[in-house]
């Protein structure tokens, strides 16, 4: 027993919750029986192919389709100039909520407008994949090409302020910057700037979409979001919501690409109500560069000033990044610079460039890992110019509460990170002049170190509870487990709040047809669908406990819900463990078919006066070949306050894929268009290289486990995101403490080093 206390004022039993609990879904992956997006078998299923175009700006002129129309297997080629037209042009405005990662403007073939290269302009739908590859090969575009806008450098001069940063203010100001730098005793003022990037999940977006009659409509989708799909699908086609279903079981990564419907999930309901079939699109790797959203690339500038003790005096963080030219995207990297440090004057802003690209979209950690590579290179800078610890300098400015809105942490245990990590890397061995630590094998040696954090975020979600006459329970809510583990930990709590061993409960999620939860986005799930399926499964036991109190036969029989608890599915009285009864004998006795509660959790008044956020601490020891500059990890050390840890395995296994992706956004991340057409010319695995097993050294993930119950009941914040923030600094850090050279521009490569 703790301190968790349910509905009644009676103790929770945790013993799942915390536990490093198996996967429950990991037998149906490794034996192939989880069905992804693609895997759906239905009858008389057609296939659909993408067709791009190959210029960056301009219109279609002709598209010649003789050629395709007679290829062997063909059913339909679609174009702008023969598709239906839809209730409400996707490409004109959102599709959803204002705000909402779903109002992104699309390319469904209503129009012949061309505003990037491998745009969707047409669709080839044949009996088989192979067919329909084929046909869309054959199709012959003309186009009248207009000059593109595709050096954001160039174009910087056009730059304009958006009217927020994902939802926050773009500009902050608060006190006099340059007194602020007058009264400083050594600044650094520095540009760095990150590449466009690529999130590249093992499973690429599918969708499968079949219609029943001309109103009903179901997509099975490789998506971060179901009631998204939901919501937007009904906007396009004109559809009561209830009449569109989203149906999303597994998810095979997504790292925010998923996170917003693009262009080829209506593309698909588009095909299937042409033909009158059901149709598989699935995109192919070089097609998820573009049309599916990227990390944008961006210019910071960033100043900080401070006196000879390091207390920071004045910070400025400039940032320039890209979006579409028909659209908009903030990358919002100055957000984790408003928040980290002291800093009695401070400005911050953005500014958005348009392009002939895609849209940019959310990658992992959005605007945080950018930012936090900026403002936490630029403290090494400064802790160099001060001659002080780069730990030292970060405690001198340490934010009691949030230096932005002056309200209090919900919780903040920062300070413990950088001891904890610290301690098991053993910084202290650390020489702080760059080039003086050394390798046995004589490579140079380097020590660096960051601040991670990433905000902690939680919306209203819903959940449905069922105690079964087995004495088993069935819990489900309508979100997404995108790899992260989401059936298992909602398993575990779930479990904790029935009283029940993990075993005895089914949790099913992925379906509009459950209860309405948010977006897999943000790092909010844990903290959003996990608070509503603990509410749902607290009301459910408390209705059980109810039923059984106004039953003379029952044990319990005119005792108070606070004089009873559940352990086991066995109700009884706290005072008498001995007496009591199942759930299973008090619905078998009452003749009911189930005892079911749904329940909805949502932020409170504490949104209002706290600020919340998570905090970390990274610390790399990089390893660098004197003559060649090659560049090798060998230890991370990460130190995480992220509240209480709901499972011990798979929040250390988001955290240790968080490190890797930082590794990739440090060393090799870069997505290179071709500077005349704006083609992507590494839109492989190949050529876009990521981090394989010989990249990454030991990863060390430290927990403080610090619930946060004033962010929400269950007292747990994401962990998907932060694992990224600060990886890329700490990685820059070492290698400059070990080479001497600072590089600003990433990836960081041996070219830069030399």
């Known amino acids: 027993m703790n301190d968790t206390t349910n509905a009644a004022g009676a103790p929770m039993d945790t013993a799942s919750v915390g536990k490093p609990m198996d996967r429950v879904d990991g037998r149906l992956k490794v034996t192939g029986g989880a069905k992804y997006a693609a895997e759906f078998p239905l009858p008389n299923l ?24 007679a290829a062997p297997g063909v059913i339909k080629i679609l174009t702008p100039m023969n598709a239906p037209r839809l209730p409400h042009d996707p490409s004109a405005g959102p599709g959803g909520e204002s705000g909402s990662p779903q109002n992104r403007k699309l390319n469904v073939l209503q129009n012949d407008s061309v505003s990037y290269n491998n745009q969707p302009i047409g669709l080839a739908i ?15 575009v003309e186009y009248a090409e207009e000059k593109p806008l595709l050096d954001m450098k160039r174009e910087k001069t056009n730059a ?8 926050e203010p773009a500009d902050t100001q608060r006190g006099d910057l340059h007194a602020g730098k007058r009264d400083a005793s050594k600044s650094v003022e520095q540009t760095y700037t990150t590449p466009m990037e690529n999130h590249n999940p093992m499973e690429p977006h599918a969708t499968t979409a079949v219609w029943d009659g001309d109103d009903h409509l179901t997509v099975y989708d490789a998506t971060q979001g179901v009631f998204g799909v939901q919501s937007v699908l009904s906007h396009i086609f004109g559809l009561p919501k209830t009449n569109v279903r989203c149906v999303s079981y597994f998810v095979g990564g997504g790292f925010g690409s998923k996170g917003s419907v693009w262009s080829h999930i209506p593309l698909a309901a588009l095909a299937a109500k042409t033909i009158q079939r059901p149709v598989k699109l699935s995109l192919t790797r070089a097609q998820m560069f573009g049309m599916v959203g990227y990390r944008p690339q961006t210019e910071q500038h960033l100043m900080l000033a401070a006196k000879s003790d390091g207390a920071i005096t004045a910070s ?25 440090y002291e800093s009695p004057a401070q400005e911050t802003s953005h500014r958005l460039i348009r392009l002939n690209y895609g849209t940019p979209t959310y990658m992992r950690a959005p605007g945080e890992s950018s930012g936090t590579y900026a403002v936490e290179t630029a403290m090494d800078e400064l802790a160099y110019a001060l001659k002080m610890d780069p730990i030292q300098l970060r405690l001198r400015n340490y934010a009691e509460a949030d230096p932005e809105s002056k309200k209090p942490w919900s919780s903040k245990s920062l300070r413990e990170c950088y001891q904890v990590g610290a301690d098991k890397f053993a910084w202290s061995r650390r020489t702080p002049e760059p080039r003086s630590m050394r390798a046995p094998d004589g490579r140079l040696l380097g020590l660096g170190m960051a601040t991670a954090t990433y905000p902690a975020r939680r919306s209203a979600a819903s959940a449905l509870a069922r105690l079964l006459p087995d004495g088993t329970a069935y819990v489900q809510a309508g979100t997404q487990d995108i790899g992260t583990g989401t059936y298992t ?23 509009t047809e459950m209860p309405e939860t948010p977006v897999s986005g943000g790092s909010q799930t844990a903290a959003s669908t996990g608070s509503a399926v603990k509410q749902a499964g607290m009301d459910t036991r408390d209705q059980a406990i109810q039923i059984a109190i106004a039953d003379p036969a029952s044990p319990l029989h005119g005792l108070t819900a606070s004089d009873i608890d ?22 078998a006795r009452q003749k009911l078919p189930k005892i079911e509660v749904k329940s909805q959790s ?34 991370v050390v990460g130190a995480y306050d992220v509240g209480r840890i709901l499972n011990a395995k798979t929040a250390r296994s988001q955290l240790i894929g968080g490190v890797v992706y930082g590794v990739g956004m440090a060393l090799m991340e870069q997505t290179v268009p071709d500077p005349r057409t704006g083609r992507i010319v590494n839109r492989d695995l190949a050529e876009y290289h990521v981090p394989i097993n010989a990249d990454i050294p030991e990863i060390d993930i430290e927990f403080i486990n610090q619930p946060d119950t004033i962010f929400n009941p269950i007292g747990a914040r994401g962990v998907g995101e932060i694992g990224i923030t600060g990886v890329v600094a700490a990685i820059g850090n070492a290698v400059y403490h070990a080479t001497g050279v600072r590089v600003r521009d990433l990836p960081i490569t041996l070219d830069k080093l030399i």
Not at 492 to 509: C, H, K, N, S, T
């Open 46 to 69: 057609a296939h659909a192919v993408i067709i791009t175009s190959t210029i960056a700006k301009g219109r279609i002129a002709k598209m010649d389709t003789s050629a395709a129309d």
């Open 126 to 140: 044949a009996e088989t994949l192979e067919q329909a590859m084929h046909a869309a090969a054959l199709v012959q």
């Open 160 to 167: 304009y302020q958006p009217k927020s940063a994902n939802q």
């Open 316 to 340: 400025r963080h400039a940032s320039w990044s890209q979006t579409s030219t028909f659209d908009e995207f903030v990358e919002p990297t100055a957000a984790a610079t408003r928040i980290l």
């Open 489 to 511: 930990i909602m398993t575990q709590i779930a479990a904790d709040a029935l009283g029940l061993p993990p075993e005895r409960v089914r949790f099913e999620l992925g379906d």
């Open 566 to 587: 559940v352990k086991n599915g066995m109700m009884f009285v706290k005072s008498q463990p001995n007496k009591g009864e199942t759930y299973a004998e008090l619905i």
């Open 602 to 635: 949502k932020p409170g008044a504490e949104k209002d006066q706290y600020a919340m956020h998570s905090f970390g601490a990274v610390f790399v020891e990089a390893l660098v070949d004197p003559d060649l500059c090659e560049v090798r990890l060998n230890r």
